[in-house]
């Protein structure tokens, strides 16, 4: 009896045990994560509290954690752990690390994750400032990963920041009131610790407009990339129009560049005709006979274009790319192109290619990168072989593709990506795709416009087709396909000429689906060809037929066979018109903006002389009717100009030589259909003169000679006798003067004999004003450099002539160099003041007089007859100065001498800020006022406590008890003054 209790209970604990062993939940592991900071070939401590981003390789499971140590719940397979950038101080140490990934396989209950980042270190840096002009200017430095560790708004001449100690960084820089556009450039720190920044732009100046070299049309939005090849910086400039207008220092090199064309060196001011650019990036899938392996190789082919996905993409146009990655395309390029490629390799398709909704994984070793780089291409592939071993041959049946495809609308410079794919299975084909597809052994997945899953399915072999667009026509030496009017796999209209031998090739048009191949002359390979119900005998190549029609209208039917022994058929009819059928003319030209239309009775235009002149046939036409379907022919076009030739609808041209000397020029088109017929027109033009004056400066004394330099406070001749103008007279020509400080400011310069830096002393009387005269006598009082623009017009052009100057000056120059004084100022009180004074002439001064002024009021002067500075010599003089007013007031103190003009006495001052106490009179009278108020209010206080008042009673009230009073000294602090020198 117990026994077969015992039994019994064996048998249920054993169906207990079964029914918990087949409800197994997923098995999941406990991962203690930890991330360190790794540099100088040492692990330093932990990262300080990065983001890290979990990502399951099979699309779920996604996790953000944030801090260096952490413990997440994962189940088992492959994550990416992404460790965002960060900024890490350790053992008073800053280091700054770039975004990492890197993959970890779960696949056991408890899993410890201990990872490296490689930090950079960062050391305590002055950064100097140039070129600011009182601006203030943003400064922002990344990483070569593209992470921006700090950012300074400043308009100071220096600041310190944090900056990697050894290695390239980036610096970005941008004015923030003005529209400068972007200044970056790789940096690196000098010795002891410095980084040196000039952001000014001057020197070079270009304007010009851009235009489309294939249709002519105006270029709007692009940008102007300056890059200055000694610093290693480039400034990208944004124009949204089709005009420019750029300046920067000498030394620098300006590109257009355009997203889709190829750039342009911009050497001077023009018109410039930009191309369209090829890069395409090519993958090619291979997949293995039984679907486990599948070997992805991308090919990047970049001709000119920014290298997708690379840094400094932005920069639109590869060989500067190549300069910031330091200028060596051996090496640092190379180098650093060939790391991102390795790191763009994922570990597994998902989500880029997928056969029948499952995905492949990479194996390390399996991967292969190569690449050749010249100074304006790039030529780079990447193999990797991906594993799945759970496919068979069996899922060739019925299979599915999904291959994601990347957009050339949102790529830079329009980089075009295509795809192939070949399969090693003779028993399927393609039968449908969810975008355009070639269909073959490989087939060919052409580019989208946006990014986009691209669906294919398999299935049982397909007939062989006709691709009825691939038809060949030739005739009289000509080879189009533009005599094919409409075309599909089964019907085809073509036009040929009347009476005129021609013939069809087919041989690029009969695609077999089976080996993927367009077949004409494989085994087995065969053609069969009726004409008007009619068998034709074809003598040679049965792919290349020969014809000569004498009737309008003939229907041909083509029967193929492929080389796998399938049929299909297609039917062909030909359009046949003689040379009366000829093209209407519909001709009209553009120039500055303004279209013209050439009518039947035009026999000549005016154009103007080195202007583009757009001439644009492209609305002529020549139509037929077949089948109550009507057909537009295609048309070629033939140009002859003055020492010029072209073809295309439209084109542009230059009238070099005007016709008030070189006479009439004259136009030439020739148009000719898909049917050889042909039309001839041509057209007289008259060439407008817009050749511009020469303008030329030149500097003369006051006695007419030429000199080179100008002499600060005398009186100089600016003549404009010199220009020239090559089909005007000089008496022809009209003038406009203008000057500007070296910070581009105008000066407006004072008129009869009235002091200012720029006073004009005379000029021709003829002119209606000074600024329109052919000669101005001017006398420059600053010793700042100017800048003198002279506009020269004659009756059809103008030109611009910029000279900078750096005025002289020869006499005493006085400088105030230093401010003492003892104490404090008081309102009304005299004071000495300690003065120091450079002579920085190479003459001696003599009888110097020192001037203080308090604002604009002089408080105090000091002349010392019969004593002589030396040049280069500083000695203190003392001068006595009264301040009427109290408070913060400026003291300018300047130092004079015969000789010397007053806006170089000026120019030597020294400014102090000074505090200016109140007078001792003032004080009594405010202590008086303080008392008289004490007692009035003590005497109420008394009379209220007294009961003196009405509302008051005669009770005794208790004195209040007073505050202790406690003595204190007021003592103020002889102020410094602050050195305001200008």
């Known amino acids: ?57 099979a699309g779920s499971n996604s996790q953000t954690v944030v801090g260096s140590t952490q413990n997440v719940t994962l189940n088992y397979g492959t994550y990416f752990f992404t460790v965002m950038p960060t900024t890490t101080t350790l053992h008073g140490q800053v280091y700054y690390t770039d975004k990492q990934t890197f993959t970890v396989t779960v696949g056991s209950p408890l899993l410890d994750v201990s990872k490296n980042i490689s930090g950079i270190s960062a050391s305590y840096s002055t950064v100097n400032l140039s070129g600011l002009n009182g601006q203030a200017a943003t400064i922002q430095f990344s990483t070569l990963g593209g992470y921006m560790f700090d950012q300074k708004t400043t308009n100071a001449s220096s600041f310190k920041a944090y900056l990697p100690s050894t290695g390239d960084f980036y610096v970005n820089s941008y004015f923030s009131s003005t529209s400068n556009g972007l200044l970056s450039q790789v940096a690196v720190l000098a010795s002891g610790n410095l980084l040196s920044l000039d952001l000014s732009t001057k020197a070079l100046n270009y304007f010009g407009s851009v235009y489309d070299v294939k249709t002519g049309q105006s270029l709007n939005g692009f940008n102007v990339i300056a890059y200055n090849s000694s610093t290693t910086s480039y400034t990208t400039l944004g124009f949204s129009g089709n005009t420019f207008s750029v300046s920067a220092p000498t030394g620098t090199s300006f590109v257009l560049a355009a997203k889709g064309y190829s750039p342009m060196l911009v050497s001077s001011a023009n018109s410039y005709g930009l191309t369209q650019s090829s890069s395409y990036v090519y993958t090619n899938y291979s997949l293995g006979k039984n679907l486990q392996n599948v070997t992805i190789t991308t090919h990047y082919a970049i001709q000119g274009t920014a290298f997708p996905g690379f840094s400094d993409a932005g920069v639109s146009y590869l060989p500067y790319q190549e ?172 036009a040929v000429p009347l009476n005129q031998n021609f013939s069809l090739n087919i041989s690029n048009a009969f695609y077999n689906p089976v080996n993927g191949k367009y ?85 000549s235009i005016k154009v103007n002389q080195d202007q583009t002149v757009t001439f644009d046939a492209s609305k002529s036409s020549l ?30 041209y230059k009238f070099v030589n005007p016709s008030i000397t070189a006479g009439m020029e004259f136009v030439y088109v020739n148009i000719t259909s898909s049917v050889n017929s042909t039309l001839h027109s041509s057209l007289m033009v008259y060439v407008n003169d817009t050749t511009p004056p020469t303008p030329t400066v030149t500097l003369q004394n006051s006695t007419h000679s030429n000199v080179s330099s100008i ?33 581009g400011t105008i000066v407006t310069p004072s008129l009869n004999g009235a002091s200012g830096n720029v006073t004009i002393l005379g000029y021709n009387s003829s002119a209606k004003d000074w600024n329109s005269s052919n000669w101005i006598m001017v006398e420059f009082n600053t010793l700042g450099n100017m800048h003198v623009g002279l506009k020269a017009s004659n009756p059809n052009a103008t030109a611009y002539s910029n000279q900078s100057y750096s005025p002289s000056y020869t006499g005493p120059e006085l400088l105030v160099s230093g401010l003492v004084y003892s104490g404090s100022f008081t309102q009304g009180t005299s004071k000495e003041l300690s003065v120091n004074v450079t002579n920085n002439a190479k003459v001696v001064a003599k009888n110097i007089t020192i001037y203080a002024y308090g604002g604009t009021s002089l408080i105090g002067s000091q002349t010392y007859v019969g004593v002589n500075l030396g040049k280069n010599v500083t000695r203190t003089f003392t001068v006595n100065v009264t301040i009427g007013n109290s408070g913060s007031t400026n003291i300018s103190v300047q130092a004079g001498t015969s000789g010397q003009p007053s806006f170089v006495q000026v120019g030597g001052q020294y400014t102090a800020t000074v505090s200016v106490g109140a007078s001792s009179y003032k004080l009594v009278y405010v202590v008086a006022a303080i008392i008289l108020i004490l007692l009035i209010f003590g005497l109420i206080y008394y009379r209220i406590t007294q009961g003196r008042f009405p509302f008051t009673g005669n009770t005794k009230k208790t004195p209040p008890t007073m505050p202790k009073t406690v003595k204190q000294t007021d003592q103020k602090p002889t102020e410094q003054p602050k050195n305001n020198k200008k």
């Open 1 to 57: 009896m117990l026994s077969a209790v015992l039994i019994a209970l064996f048998l249920v604990g054993m169906m207990n045990l079964a029914s918990v062993s087949s409800a197994t939940a997923p098995q999941s592991s406990h991962v203690n994560m930890g991330i360190y900071l790794y540099s100088g070939g040492s692990q330093i401590g932990f990262l300080n509290n990065p983001t890290v981003y979990i990502n399951s390789t």
């Open 711 to 743: 002499l600060a406070g005398s009186s100089m001749i600016l003549t404009a006798n010199y220009t020239t103008s090559k089909y005007y007279s000089f008496s022809q020509i009209t003038f406009n003067w203008t000057f500007r400080y070296a910070n």
């Open 323 to 494: 300069a910031i990655a330091n200028a060596n395309v051996s090496t640092n390029f190379t180098t650093a192109l060939k790391n991102f490629l390795v790191q763009s390799i994922s570990s597994n398709t998902y989500g880029t290619f997928m056969v029948n909704g499952t995905y492949y994984n990479v194996n390390n070793s399996d991967n292969i990168v190569s690449l050749s780089a010249t100074s304006n291409s790039v030529n780079a592939y990447v193999t990797s072989v991906y594993h799945n071993s759970s496919m068979t041959s069996k899922n060739y049946t019925g299979m599915s593709l999904s291959i994601f495809m990347k957009g050339y609308s949102n790529t830079p410079s329009a980089v075009k990506y295509l795809s192939y794919v070949k399969y090693n299975n003779s028993n399927v084909s393609v039968t449908s795709g969810s975008t355009q597809i070639t269909y073959g052994n490989p087939f060919e997945i052409y580019p989208v416009v946006s990014s986009s899953t691209v669906l294919i399915k398999f299935g049982h072999i397909q007939k062989p087709t006709f691709v009825n667009a691939n038809l060949v026509v030739y005739y009289q030496g000509i080879k189009t396909t533009d005599s094919i009017l409409n075309s599909s796999s089964k019907n085809a209209v073509i």
């Open 623 to 652: 139509n037929l009717s077949y089948l109550k379907s009507k057909y537009s022919l295609s048309l070629f076009y033939n140009w002859s100009l003055p020492n010029y030739t072209a073809s295309g609808s439209v084109i542009n």
């Open 519 to 603: 077949e004409y002359n494989n085994p087995g390979v065969s053609f069969s060809w009726n004409v008007s119900g009619k068998a034709y005998n074809v003598t040679g190549k049965d792919y290349n037929v020969s014809f000569k029609l004498s009737q309008q209208i003939t229907n041909v039917v083509i029967t193929g066979t492929s080389s796998s022994g399938f049929t299909n058929v297609t039917n062909i009819t030909f359009i046949a018109e003689g040379s009366t059928f000829t093209p209407f003319l519909n001709l009209s030209y553009t120039q500055n903006g303004q279209s013209h239309t050439i009518n039947a009775t035009t026999t």
